[in-house]
């Protein structure tokens, strides 16, 4: 398969790449650029009629291009587009096909583009939607929490500081906590939302386009971005970016998830027996017939410490690069999808747990012992005229 950046002398003879260089620089992007395709499609789309508005194109050739970038997304949602090895990425595969389907049309919709602003846009695309996506999630994961925190908040529930019962709480209090965090974390993801909704199309190389006289605003608008990025530079320099900065606004709603956990398996544990699931929620063993497992949250907890990792990935791919497109950047793709991927799925399976949720109120209010208003009988001895320190003392008494 002939590349986009092919070179052939004048004898037609091609300048071959060996191939275990193309095995190890094309890597998996071939198959990846399948799940964004959709998106790539888009920016293409609005490309041709940006094209086509700047009397590059025809009307007839816009019409030909758009129905076959319709046919390819017809195709891809059937599970019958593929893109091959030797294409190296999705942006050549629609190329090739345009060319092969629809004759030398296809050769005009790259006109002023580059793949990097190509990749650019179709992941900036993605991002936007996955992202307004996150954010519905956790709204609703709030939404859970405010629904049983009416329901059961009112329970009684000990609070423990260095693992050890301390103070009385309540289960509305537990509840409350976590959905004031998210809360938090809501604003950070509403700002990445604002920060990354900027188009870089037209940025082309890096360093924009001079002579065709690219219409940037109409390509905006036409993909729905609220602004252009207008230095190409620097839409280069946002890839891999704009990546990490996402993935670190969802790690601290995965930070809160992975403390939910962490709190809901000890809490379920026979020592504790404060909260329950349905037995769908739970696993068995392949030795012990009377073990009813909560894998779900082990595995949550776990998978906070493989999304950070998808995170520092990408940081450490684009950490000192210099400025322009580097080849590296194909490296932040994969730890991007997945990252997107896990913190999407973990915050649906918490949505389930929080709404499935059991308390129970007896073992919760019988660990309520005496010892946890210590320090209110103390305040009330403060109250009536005894210093802290001497009041402190004669409770602590009382209990040791």
Not at 74 to 92: R, V
Not at 175 to 193: C, E, N, P, R, T
Not at 196 to 218: C, H, K, M, V
Request: with cysteine.
């Amino acid at each position: 398969m002939k590349k986009l950046w092919d070179k052939r002398g004048a004898k037609g003879a091609s300048d071959k790449t060996s191939q275990i260089v193309e095995n190890y620089t094309v890597g998996v992007d071939y198959l990846l650029d399948l799940e964004l395709l959709p998106y790539d499609i888009q920016g293409t789309m609005a490309h041709a009629k940006m094209l086509h508005k700047i009397k590059i194109l025809t009307a007839k050739e816009l019409s030909v291009l758009l129905g076959g970038l319709n046919k390819i997304l017809s195709l891809w949602k059937a599970g019958k587009f593929t893109i091959d090895k030797s294409q190296e990425d999705g942006h050549t595969a629609i190329e090739a096909f345009l060319t092969e389907n629809y004759g030398d049309v296809g050769k005009k919709v790259h006109t002023g583009r580059s793949r990097n602003d190509q990749s650019l846009t179709m992941t900036r695309l993605f991002s936007k939607e996955k992202l307004l996506g996150i954010k519905k999630a956790v709204e609703a994961l709030i939404g859970a929490l405010q629904m049983q925190t009416k329901k059961y908040g009112k329970i009684k529930m000990p609070g423990y500081t260095h693992m050890q019962r301390a103070m009385p709480s309540t289960v509305g209090m537990w509840l409350g906590s976590y959905q004031a965090s998210l809360q938090d974390d809501l604003v950070l993801i509403i700002a990445m939302i604002k920060i990354i909704d900027q188009n870089p199309l037209g940025s082309a190389a890096g360093y924009g386009e001079n002579t065709l006289g690219l219409d940037r605003e109409f390509t905006t608008a036409d993909l729905g971005f609220q602004k252009v990025q207008e230095n190409p530079m620097y839409c280069a320099m946002s890839r891999g970016k704009f990546e990490n900065m996402i993935l670190q606004s969802i790690g601290s709603v995965m930070f809160d998830l992975g403390k939910v956990a962490s709190d809901l398996l000890l809490f379920t544990t026979k020592e504790f027996n404060f909260f329950t699931l349905p037995d769908s929620f739970r696993t068995g063993s392949s030795i012990m017939p009377q073990k009813k497992n909560y894998d779900i949250l082990e595995l949550v907890r776990g998978n906070i410490g493989i999304f950070n990792g998808y995170q520092h990935q990408i940081e450490n791919v684009i950490k000192n690069l210099p400025a322009g497109y580097n080849r590296d950047f194909q490296l932040t793709k994969e730890p991007y999808l997945k990252g997107m991927k896990l913190a999407f799925d973990t915050v649906e399976v918490m949505i389930l747990v929080i709404k499935n949720l059991e308390p129970k109120k007896a073992n919760l209010e019988n660990a309520c012992t005496p010892e946890l208003y210590a320090t209110d009988e103390a305040l009330k001895l403060v109250k009536g005229g005894k210093n802290f320190r001497e009041a402190y003392q004669e409770i602590k008494e009382k209990y040791l």
